[in-house]
Every structure is written in structure tokens, then in C-alpha cells.
């Protein structure tokens, strides 16, 4: 199994960033950001998780982080309205980081006025754009991602069970595999795995970049104290790039 391009970069440093944030007081920031995908997804979708496959995601999600179920059941409940609470909106913003990274910027706020002067501050604080709605979408597609433990099953295993259940990739990091599904099959080949008793660490409905700007240790910490800053705004849910690190840079970085 090979790591594609579109899989190497971001990918591999937001797994990094996601067990840092587990053992640090980034913890807090983690349970409002998934807080907030499950009130905006029991908005949307209404709050029962087997009529809504977002909300059914949001609420995995939280659960991954150990979130109380009384938290989580809170957030629906103010999703749906039966719980008085801030309106919260979805925003996405475009832009570019130094050396030509594209950026996606996934906010969900109860002020778009201050979240976009946020924003924008951060781009152009630190080497960067905020360009127009479409202007770096175009070079992303949705996807859906699943971590999975190397150890939970051999490379043999996981590959028939995730290719038959309609992933299409299959790839190996250090220590987990990383299926890769079209957006329609992400729940059934997660499905799959759970009946299989195959354990998932991480799985998300994700933006992909489709083309990847390749990094150097100096060009990469210029660009992830741009990512990092943003993904630290309190109204910013997620941030995609499409840069690319060798395995070499990214263990400097990781240090």
C-alpha cells in the first residue's frame, strides 16, 4: 500500500496535532469544536443520529475524545432548539499561506463580522491571502477518512474488508492504516469495521487536496504557524492545506 500524495502532508500532521491536543489544555478547544459540529448538525439534520448521518459522524467524533454523553446530549438539544443558546452559523473561508499553500478555513460562529476580521488578520498578519469563495476550493474534494490502529488488523485483512465495504485507498503510516472512502461509502465501510471488531481512532468527512505543494523544513514552519494560528481562533472548526512534508521534515517538525 502506498501513501499518495494528497495523503501525506496535512493528513500525517494533523494526526500528530490530534494526540498532541489530547494531553495538553487544548483539550477544552477540542470538546467546544465538536460541541459545535454536533448543534450544527442536529440543526441541519434534526437530532436523531439514525435520521442524520452528520450528527451520527459529530457524535463519534466526540465520543473519540471521551466528550460526557451529557455534553453531547446538551449540544443536540440546542441544535433542535429545545435548549435556549447562541445561534450558531457555519462560515468557510479561502486563502492562500506562504509558498503558495492553498487554505480552507471551516468556522461555525454566532458572529461572522468577527470571525472573518479574525481570519483575515491571521492571513495577512503572517505571509498570506484571504482570496474569494472559489478561488482555492477547486483544488480540494471531500473525502472520508478513517484511522485505524496498525495493530487492530494486518494490512491483508483491513484492505479486502474496507475495499469490499467501498473504500477505494488504503494507506500505512507509523502507527495506523488510513482508509480513504467517497463521501457515500464513509459510513458503511466504518460500519464495517466496527462489526468486524476492527477499532477506529479517528474517522471524519474531510476536504482532500487533489494537488500538493511540496514543503522544506524552513517553508513548512512558516506555513503551519499560519495553519496553527488559525486552527487556534476559537470560531475556526477545521483547517485543510495542501502541503506536503517528507518524512523527514515531518519528524523534525514533530520533535
Sequence with gaps: MTVPPDMSGHSKWSTIKRKKAATDSARAKVFTKHIREITLAARAGGGDPNTNPRLR????????????????????????????????????????????????????????????????LVFSKYGGSLGAA???????????????????????????????????????????????TPPAAFEPVRDALTARGIPVAHAELARVATVTVRLDESEARAVLRVVELLEDLDDVQRVCANFELSDEVLAKLSR
Excluded at 433542535?80 to 499553500?101: D, K
Excluded at 471531500?142 to 465495504?165: C, F, H, M, T, Y
Aim: glycine fraction near 10%; charged fraction near 25%; hydrophobic fraction near 40%.
Design 57 to 120: 459522524t459529530a457524535i463519534g467524533g466526540a465520543k473519540s475524545v471521551n466528550m460526557p454523553v451529557a455534553n453531547i446530549e446538551r449540544a443536540i438539544q440546542k441544535g433542535t432548539g429545545e435548549l435556549a443558546g447562541s445561534l450558531i452559523e457555519e462560515a468557510h473561508y479561502e486563502g492562500y499561506a506562504p509558498h503558495g499553500v492553498a487554505i480552507l478555513v471551516e468556522c461555525a460562529t454566532d458572529n461572522r463580522n468577527r470571525t472573518t476580521s479574525d481570519v483575515r
Design 134 to 180: 472559489g478561488s482555492v476550493s477547486y483544488l480540494f474534494r471531500p473525502r472520508g477518512l478513517i484511522e485505524v490502529p496498525r495493530d487492530a488488523a494486518s494490512e491483508e485483512q483491513l484492505l479486502e474488508l474496507a475495499l469490499q465495504a467501498g473504500a477505494d485507498d488504503v494507506t500505512t503510516g507509523a502507527d495506523c492504516f488510513e482508509v480513504a
